[in-house]
């Protein structure tokens, strides 16, 4: 492995860790990438682009690539069952479209993006252990006893961070009440490109669209599922909403809890925290991915400028504001996980009938919109 100093070493190529490397390649810095899985998973977690994570991928030079991967939202609507049929609680458009893409073509994107502007920056099969801070920059070690040096380290190494613990920078760690079940089967709803919720008593479903004629169902669960299985989540669907995924159209089935991670910090030194690493929020709203995209627009302009004089009362600034927009980030998703918890029949009745008259009112359906599209 090379010895000399790179402008950036980047720890991690998921999406975030691409993003930065992509922008930081793009304005004509020496990056590397360390990641230590050997080739990609084609696991579909983060599927959704909101408005302002586009916009740094148009920066990244890959919007194009990834919208034409991905299926563009426009309509979200709620619904729930009433005496055995389902009405419509509420219906938001979304201006512009949000983009429901797998994540492994936002990776292969933004990985054929920086192999363009930087053949060879990504290693594959290298695992960092750790991150030193020394004289004008770092040095990350890795498992197999090499070591890269950068003027700028980026730790976009996952919520349970290595380098992070090693800098012992403090994370405020809150497990959640909620278990989610989620699958991908095709799509027999007749909702096209259209996102639903399923407001019922027994718990939220929520459905969205995937390219090629699936769709995502992700169910509020009482528990944890210790032995998933896609006929369980198809019977759930079922029970609760009235639609039958086919189970033997399963190509992605997980089980999972929520817990929240929010650092006290975002850099020591010239090592910088990023994506997981630096804020893990529920994944029920979809803003992680974006929220580290954001990240990468705020500060890889100040890694590419340096410190110093009023570079160093500009990173404070950017830091500030990216830690109020993890918290808001934070409570946006607390707020999603609430409002689908189960709830007895008759507090869920009301509670919708409350939501369909609200929902009318032009300026609040938009306000709701802007808020779930991280545009306010």
Do not use: K
């Not at 990056?31 to 994570?53: D, F, M, N, S, W």
């Not at 089967?185 to 479903?205: P, Q, S, W």
């Not at 110093?308 to 999603?336: S, T």
């Amino acid at each position: 492995m090379a010895a000399g100093r790179h402008d950036a070493v980047v720890v991690g190529a998921g999406p975030v860790g691409l993003c930065f490397a992509v922008l930081l390649a793009d304005r004509g810095l020496d990056v590397a990438v360390l990641e230590a899985r050997p080739q990609r998973g084609r696991h579909t977690r983060a599927i959704g682009v909101h408005p302002p994570g586009l916009r740094v991928l148009e920066r990244a030079g890959v919007a194009d690539r990834v919208a034409a991967a991905g299926v563009p939202i426009s309509e979200g609507a709620a619904r729930a069952r009433d005496s055995g049929a389902t009405r419509t609680v509420a219906r938001i458009g979304f201006r512009p479209p949000v983009l429901a893409v797998p994540q492994w073509a936002t990776e292969q994107a933004l990985e054929d993006r920086l192999a363009e502007l930087a053949p060879g920056a990504l290693r594959r099969g290298v695992r960092a252990v750790r991150a030193e801070r020394e004289e004008g920059g770092a040095v990350v070690r890795c498992e197999d006893g090499d070591q890269v040096a950068g003027r700028w380290v980026v730790a976009a190494d996952g919520a349970r961070s290595p380098l992070r613990a090693g800098l012992g920078i403090p994370v405020r760690t809150h497990a959640l009440p909620d278990a989610y079940l989620m699958g991908d089967f095709a799509d027999a709803t007749g909702d096209g490109a259209r996102a639903v919720l399923h407001l019922e008593a027994a718990g939220i479903v929520e459905s969205f669209p995937l390219p090629g004629g699936v769709r995502r169902w992700v169910a509020h669960v009482p528990e944890p599922a210790l032995d998933p299985s896609a006929r369980d989540l198809a019977r759930i669907v079922g029970e609760r909403t009235g639609v039958r995924p086919d189970p033997s159209t399963c190509t992605m089935l997980s089980a999972f809890t929520v817990t929240e991670r929010l650092a006290a910090r975002l850099r020591s030194g010239r090592v910088l925290l990023a994506g997981d690493a630096a804020h893990e929020v529920s994944p029920i709203g979809g803003q992680g991915m974006n929220l580290g995209w954001l990240d990468a627009e705020a500060f890889v302009p100040l890694i590419a400028a340096g410190t110093g004089g009023q570079w160093d009362e500009l990173w404070a600034a950017a830091e500030a504001e990216r830690l109020r927009a993890a918290r808001f980030a934070a409570r946006q998703a607390r707020v999603n996980m609430a409002l689908g918890r189960e709830l007895p029949a008759g507090i869920m009745a009301a509670r919708n009938a409350a939501f369909r008259a609200l929902y009318r009112v032009p300026w609040l359906a938009e306000r709701t919109a802007a808020r779930f599209t991280m545009q306010g």
